[in-house]
Protein backbone atom coordinates (compact mmCIF):
# COMPACT_ATOMS: atom_id res chain seq x y z
CA UNK A 1 0.00 0.00 0.00
CA UNK A 2 1.15 3.33 -0.88
CA UNK A 3 0.09 6.83 0.78
CA UNK A 4 0.94 9.99 -1.27
CA UNK A 5 1.95 12.76 0.88
CA UNK A 6 1.32 15.90 -0.93
CA UNK A 7 3.25 18.99 0.14
CA UNK A 8 2.56 22.36 -1.10
CA UNK A 9 4.88 25.43 -0.53
CA UNK A 10 4.43 26.45 3.01
CA UNK A 11 3.36 23.23 4.56
CA UNK A 12 3.95 22.54 8.08
CA UNK A 13 6.34 19.83 8.95
CA UNK A 14 4.46 19.02 12.34
CA UNK A 15 1.69 17.74 10.30
CA UNK A 16 3.19 16.00 7.61
CA UNK A 17 5.77 14.09 9.81
CA UNK A 18 2.81 11.74 11.96
CA UNK A 19 1.86 10.21 8.17
CA UNK A 20 5.78 9.23 7.81
CA UNK A 21 6.27 8.08 11.31
CA UNK A 22 2.67 6.03 11.80
CA UNK A 23 3.28 4.29 8.45
CA UNK A 24 7.01 3.58 9.36
CA UNK A 25 6.15 1.98 12.43
CA UNK A 26 3.40 0.16 11.07
CA UNK A 27 5.79 -1.22 7.98
CA UNK A 28 9.10 -1.28 10.66
CA UNK A 29 7.57 -2.67 13.77
CA UNK A 30 4.40 -4.32 13.04
CA UNK A 31 5.32 -5.88 9.44
CA UNK A 32 2.22 -3.87 7.29
CA UNK A 33 3.24 -3.41 3.58
CA UNK A 34 2.49 0.57 3.60
CA UNK A 35 4.71 3.22 2.79
CA UNK A 36 4.94 7.31 2.21
CA UNK A 37 5.52 8.36 -1.42
CA UNK A 38 5.64 12.44 -0.93
CA UNK A 39 4.96 14.44 -3.65
CA UNK A 40 4.68 18.40 -5.01
CA UNK A 41 4.47 20.74 -7.72
CA UNK A 42 8.53 21.14 -7.59
CA UNK A 43 11.04 18.55 -6.39
CA UNK A 44 12.07 20.71 -3.48
CA UNK A 45 9.39 22.66 -1.49
CA UNK A 46 10.05 24.70 1.36
CA UNK A 47 7.86 24.19 4.56
CA UNK A 48 6.44 27.03 6.52
CA UNK A 49 9.55 28.19 8.62
CA UNK A 50 11.93 27.13 5.83
CA UNK A 51 12.96 23.49 5.94
CA UNK A 52 13.20 22.59 2.50
CA UNK A 53 12.60 18.39 1.30
CA UNK A 54 12.94 16.85 -1.60
CA UNK A 55 10.09 15.10 -2.95
CA UNK A 56 10.30 11.37 -4.10
CA UNK A 57 7.68 11.93 -7.03
CA UNK A 58 6.14 15.16 -9.01
CA UNK A 59 2.63 16.26 -9.37
CA UNK A 60 2.74 15.81 -13.31
CA UNK A 61 3.50 11.90 -12.77
CA UNK A 62 1.20 10.87 -10.56
CA UNK A 63 -1.51 9.16 -11.19
CA UNK A 64 -4.29 8.48 -8.30
CA UNK A 65 -4.95 4.43 -9.30
CA UNK A 66 -0.83 4.12 -8.42
CA UNK A 67 -1.94 4.97 -4.73
CA UNK A 68 -3.73 3.56 -1.83
CA UNK A 69 -4.53 6.98 -0.07
CA UNK A 70 -3.83 10.56 -0.50
CA UNK A 71 -2.70 12.92 2.76
CA UNK A 72 -2.50 16.44 2.63
CA UNK A 73 -1.03 18.76 5.79
CA UNK A 74 -2.10 22.68 5.94
CA UNK A 75 0.38 25.35 5.87
CA UNK A 76 0.80 28.76 6.04
CA UNK A 77 -0.65 31.84 4.04
CA UNK A 78 2.71 33.88 4.48
CA UNK A 79 4.95 31.06 3.05
CA UNK A 80 2.87 30.42 -0.38
CA UNK A 81 0.88 27.38 1.15
CA UNK A 82 -2.88 28.97 -0.60
CA UNK A 83 -1.18 29.60 -4.02
CA UNK A 84 -0.01 25.84 -4.56
CA UNK A 85 -2.88 24.26 -2.89
CA UNK A 86 -5.60 26.19 -4.50
CA UNK A 87 -3.85 25.74 -8.13
CA UNK A 88 -5.56 23.24 -10.62
CA UNK A 89 -2.63 20.54 -10.44
CA UNK A 90 -3.40 20.29 -6.55
CA UNK A 91 -7.44 20.67 -7.12
CA UNK A 92 -7.36 17.59 -9.93
CA UNK A 93 -5.09 15.40 -7.63
CA UNK A 94 -8.10 15.49 -4.94
CA UNK A 95 -10.30 15.13 -7.23
CA UNK A 96 -9.01 12.06 -8.70
CA UNK A 97 -8.67 10.19 -5.95
CA UNK A 98 -12.11 11.17 -4.58
CA UNK A 99 -13.60 9.86 -7.95
CA UNK A 100 -11.76 6.41 -6.92
CA UNK A 101 -13.32 6.10 -3.43
CA UNK A 102 -9.71 6.14 -2.19
CA UNK A 103 -9.16 7.82 1.24
CA UNK A 104 -8.00 11.79 1.77
CA UNK A 105 -6.66 12.37 4.83
CA UNK A 106 -5.84 16.56 5.52
CA UNK A 107 -4.76 18.16 8.67
CA UNK A 108 -5.99 21.73 9.67
CA UNK A 109 -6.53 24.06 6.70
CA UNK A 110 -5.30 20.93 4.32
CA UNK A 111 -8.59 20.62 3.99
CA UNK A 112 -9.40 23.63 2.57
CA UNK A 113 -7.81 22.58 -0.97
CA UNK A 114 -9.96 19.97 -0.39
CA UNK A 115 -13.02 21.81 -0.01
CA UNK A 116 -12.24 24.19 -2.81
CA UNK A 117 -12.04 21.14 -5.03
CA UNK A 118 -15.93 20.92 -4.81
CA UNK A 119 -15.50 17.83 -3.51
CA UNK A 120 -16.66 18.62 0.18
CA UNK A 121 -20.44 20.26 -1.16
CA UNK A 122 -23.16 19.04 1.48
CA UNK A 123 -20.39 16.80 3.26
CA UNK A 124 -19.53 16.76 6.80
CA UNK A 125 -15.45 18.42 7.39
CA UNK A 126 -13.68 20.53 9.66
CA UNK A 127 -10.56 22.43 9.69
CA UNK A 128 -8.58 24.74 12.15
CA UNK A 129 -11.34 26.30 14.84
CA UNK A 130 -9.38 28.78 17.05
CA UNK A 131 -8.73 32.53 16.48
CA UNK A 132 -13.01 32.82 16.11
CA UNK A 133 -12.88 30.27 13.48
CA UNK A 134 -12.47 32.23 10.33
CA UNK A 135 -11.22 28.87 8.55
CA UNK A 136 -13.82 27.17 9.08
CA UNK A 137 -16.29 29.51 7.34
CA UNK A 138 -13.81 29.55 4.39
CA UNK A 139 -14.68 25.67 4.69
CA UNK A 140 -18.82 26.50 5.00
CA UNK A 141 -18.33 28.41 1.76
CA UNK A 142 -17.18 26.04 -0.04
CA UNK A 143 -20.30 24.10 0.75
CA UNK A 144 -19.31 21.71 3.56
CA UNK A 145 -21.64 21.40 6.38
CA UNK A 146 -18.80 22.52 9.04
CA UNK A 147 -18.69 20.00 11.91
CA UNK A 148 -16.89 21.63 15.30
CA UNK A 149 -15.07 18.46 16.39
CA UNK A 150 -11.48 17.47 16.34
CA UNK A 151 -11.49 15.06 13.43
CA UNK A 152 -14.09 14.64 10.91
CA UNK A 153 -14.67 11.66 8.73
CA UNK A 154 -17.27 11.74 5.87
CA UNK A 155 -16.77 8.92 4.28
CA UNK A 156 -13.36 8.83 2.11
CA UNK A 157 -12.74 11.99 3.75
CA UNK A 158 -11.09 13.12 6.87
CA UNK A 159 -10.55 16.36 7.69
CA UNK A 160 -9.45 17.99 11.41
CA UNK A 161 -9.27 20.91 13.53
CA UNK A 162 -5.15 22.08 14.37
CA UNK A 163 -1.72 20.62 14.04
CA UNK A 164 -2.62 18.80 17.14
CA UNK A 165 -4.83 16.44 15.75
CA UNK A 166 -2.40 15.51 13.07
CA UNK A 167 -1.16 11.75 14.55
CA UNK A 168 -4.78 10.90 15.63
CA UNK A 169 -5.86 12.05 11.37
CA UNK A 170 -2.46 9.66 10.47
CA UNK A 171 -3.89 6.99 12.66
CA UNK A 172 -7.81 7.27 11.18
CA UNK A 173 -6.03 6.94 7.67
CA UNK A 174 -4.12 3.99 8.87
CA UNK A 175 -7.03 2.45 10.31
CA UNK A 176 -8.58 2.68 6.90
CA UNK A 177 -5.83 1.26 4.88
CA UNK A 178 -5.31 -2.14 7.66
CA UNK A 179 -8.69 -1.83 9.66
CA UNK A 180 -9.01 -0.38 12.69
CA UNK A 181 -8.20 -3.45 15.22
CA UNK A 182 -4.81 -3.31 13.82
CA UNK A 183 -3.79 -0.17 13.66
CA UNK A 184 -4.96 -0.06 17.39
CA UNK A 185 -1.75 -2.12 18.63
CA UNK A 186 0.28 0.70 16.73
CA UNK A 187 -1.50 3.59 17.94
CA UNK A 188 -0.81 2.02 21.61
CA UNK A 189 2.94 1.47 21.12
CA UNK A 190 3.46 5.50 20.28
CA UNK A 191 2.04 6.26 23.42
CA UNK A 192 -1.07 7.50 21.74
CA UNK A 193 -4.22 6.96 23.25
CA UNK A 194 -8.00 8.10 22.41
CA UNK A 195 -7.71 11.90 20.42
CA UNK A 196 -11.05 12.71 23.33
CA UNK A 197 -8.09 12.71 25.80
CA UNK A 198 -6.29 16.11 25.11
CA UNK A 199 -7.91 17.95 22.49
CA UNK A 200 -7.73 21.59 22.97
CA UNK A 201 -11.30 23.38 22.62
CA UNK A 202 -10.85 27.15 22.50
Known amino acids: MKVLLYCSQGFETMEASPFIDVMGWARNDFGYDVDVVTCGLTKEVASTFGLRILVDVLRQDVKAADYDALAIPGGFKEFGFYEEAYSEP ?68 ITSWCPQTAPYVAFRLLGMLIGEENAAPIRHAMGYGELEDSSPTA
Do not use: M, W
Request: charged share 25%; hydrophobic share 40%.
Open 90 to 157: VLSLIREFDKLGKPIASVCVGALPIGKSGILKNRRATTYHLLGGYHQEELREFGAEVVNEPVVQDGNV
